[in-house]
């Protein structure tokens, strides 16, 4: 448990007198991590909603929820985290935007953000509730309540994408929460920012790692292969079916890294093709420096924030 707490608002914070109702909507790998870390660490109460029964039963069963509830108590929660597919998410909040608590907060918590914050933002705005955008950068390469864990988000960092209207009390409170939960840091940025970086550091690594493991070589590596190999390939192993949701949502900024990298991979087969060993080396050395210049980059920003 991080031992930090931040008094927000009357009836948000840590305190057991403090107690809200959050409601999880959508119980798989990160809804039921959420549920976990919540019962672990703070005095909220937990409702649950999965559209699979047999999944809500063991999130009860298991503890990881106080209570399964249906969408018609929506009302009754102070936050409601949305921890679905980026279009579902969006069809979940209209359909249900006349139920969510006037003054109450939704969050989601997928992985982009400019589809879903453009959508569900003035949807709940009309009805008088805070919608505020984040992303939890964690995870597995499983999917499913199964794998989920109370430590998910231990050390991990927490993107919130607040618009120019979001109250910074909601900011606050969201924050505060992800500090519960054990998340290293907070950080702020727009939903476009977020999209941009987003498709480079993680949604490229994705198509690029599943790309790789179609190599016939595949299947004749073993006792070939060492960290590289596995550092490469680990996200191969993927959900297909939330990954094209995400790579769909976020097309553009995607696209210009994946028509990026087919440039540069280009230049090292040209260089190669044409036995150009003084083009290859300059490659090489490029790339090399990128990456030294990145983690003297980082490292001093790690440096500076603490």
Same mark, same amino acid.
């Given at each position: 448990m991080v031992k930090y707490r931040v008094k927000?608002?009357?009836?948000?914070?840590?305190?057991?007198?403090d107690k809200m109702n959050i409601a999880v909507v959508g119980l798989g790998l990160i809804g039921g991590s959420f549920c976990k870390a919540l019962k672990a660490n703070t005095f909220h109460h937990i409702m649950g909603i999965d559209a699979d029964h047999e999944t809500e039963k063991k999130a009860l069963e298991q503890g990881a929820v106080d209570e399964i509830i249906d969408e018609t108590r929506l009302?009754?929660?102070?936050?409601?985290?949305?921890?679905?597919?980026?279009?579902?998410?969006?069809?979940?909040? *209209?359909? =249900?935007?006349?139920r969510f608590r006037k003054g109450s907060i939704v969050i989601d918590v997928g992985g982009v953000k400019g589809y879903v914050v453009s959508r569900c933002t003035p949807v709940l705005e009309e009805k008088g509730v805070y919608f505020l955008g984040t992303h939890p950068m964690a995870g597995t390469e499983n999917s499913g309540f199964?794998?989920?864990?109370?430590?998910?988000?231990?050390?991990?960092s927490y993107i919130l994408t607040p618009t120019e209207n979001t109250p910074q009390i909601v900011v606050d409170l969201v924050s505060t929460l992800g500090s519960c939960m054990g998340f290293g840091q907070v950080v702020?940025?727009?939903a476009e920012q977020h999209d941009i970086n987003i498709a480079f550091t993680s949604q490229l690594a994705h198509v690029v790692s599943n790309a790789y493991v179609k190599s016939p070589s595949l299947l004749r590596a073993d006792g070939f292969s060492a960290g590289s190999f596995l550092d490469l390939t680990r996200v191969a *192993?993927? =959900?297909?079916?939330?990954?094209?949701?995400?790579?769909?949502?976020?097309k553009n900024a995607l696209l210009f890294e994946i028509n990026t990298i087919i440039e540069k991979l280009t230049e090292y087969r040209d260089a190669m093709v044409n036995d150009d060993k003084p083009t290859l080396k300059e490659l090489l050395r490029v790339?090399?420096?990128?990456?030294?210049?990145?983690?003297?980059?980082?490292?001093?920003?790690?440096?500076?924030?603490?």
């Open positions: 927000i608002h009357a009836g948000y914070s840590r305190e057991r007198k009302g009754e929660a102070n936050l409601t985290i949305v921890a679905l597919y980026p279009v579902p998410t969006v069809e979940f909040v *209209k359909n =249900n935007a006349d199964d794998y989920s864990k109370p430590d998910m988000f231990v050390k991990a702020i940025a727009t *192993k993927l =959900n297909e079916e939330m990954w094209s949701s995400l790579f769909l949502c976020n790339g090399r420096e990128r990456k030294e210049e990145s983690m003297k980059y980082y490292g001093q920003e790690k440096a500076l924030n603490g």
